[in-house]
T-cell receptor, first 114, second 114 residues
């Protein structure tokens, strides 16, 4: 099976702009999670989607949003970008999202905000 | 806040030596997972150990779990230069329902010198 794919891989934006990142899970996986990784805060959970519904959300401002489509592909959007949003954004998929399942991560999208 | 705490933060060894990384966590867990990350890329799942398991092996990897001490260790035997990476432990969040929300440690940066 093909792994988790994320597009684009690299992105440069300026403050105030918005950005949309895409994630395609492993075929058959219905749960998609998003994480932000920064040198200062490490890996932090953003949100999780299953069957087009957000089931879980981390402690991020409302500028961070996401959605999931019927084919399980997911997008996350960050509006009004700030310098601190520069990070590696990772998505992960698993069959149902149950805690005992392994999560499989994509290569990430590296976002730089200038 | 991050549940997992890892030590050491950095480890430098020669090829052929063993590398041991430790992870501690705060709450009860369903399982604990170890991931590897090469140079800010995506996370690669290494091994998942369930709360009722004490030890698990996968190739040159050996993971132990001590639920009474809330700690786990990852041992890489006969290390190779290709093992150079950051290693993270992660546990499902037990507070928010846990669905696909992993809490990551700060990671151990391993450097294996030829």
């Amino acid at each position: 099976k093909a792994g988790v794919t994320q597009t684009p891989r690299y992105l440069i934006k300026t403050r105030g702009q918005q950005v949309t990142l895409s994630c395609s899970p492993i075929s058959g996986h219905r749960s998609v999670s998003w994480y932000q990784q920064t040198p200062g805060q490490g890996l932090q959970f953003l949100f999780e989607y299953f069957s087009e519904t957000q089931r879980n959300k981390g402690n991020f401002p409302g500028r961070f949003s996401g959605r999931q489509f019927s084919n399980s592909r997911s997008e996350m959007n960050v509006s009004t970008l700030e310098l601190g949003d520069s990070a590696l954004y990772l998505c992960a998929s698993s069959p149902t999202g149950a805690p005992q399942e392994t999560q499989y991560f994509g290569p990430g999208t590296r976002l730089l905000v200038l | 806040s991050q549940q997992g705490e890892e030590d050491p933060q950095a480890l430098s060894i020669q090829e052929g030596e063993n590398a041991t990384m430790n992870c501690s966590y705060k709450t009860s867990i369903n399982n604990l997972q170890w991931y590897r990350q090469n140079s800010g890329r995506g996370l690669v799942h290494l091994i998942l150990i369930r709360s009722n398991e004490r030890e698990k092996h996968s190739g040159r990897l050996r993971v132990t779990l001590d639920t009474s001490k809330k700690s786990s260790s990852l041992l890489i035997t006969a290390s190779r230069a290709a093992d150079t990476a950051s290693y993270f432990c992660a546990t499902p969040d037990s507070i928010s329902g846990g669905y696909n929300k992993l809490i990551f440690g700060a990671g151990t940066r391993l450097a294996v010198h030829p």
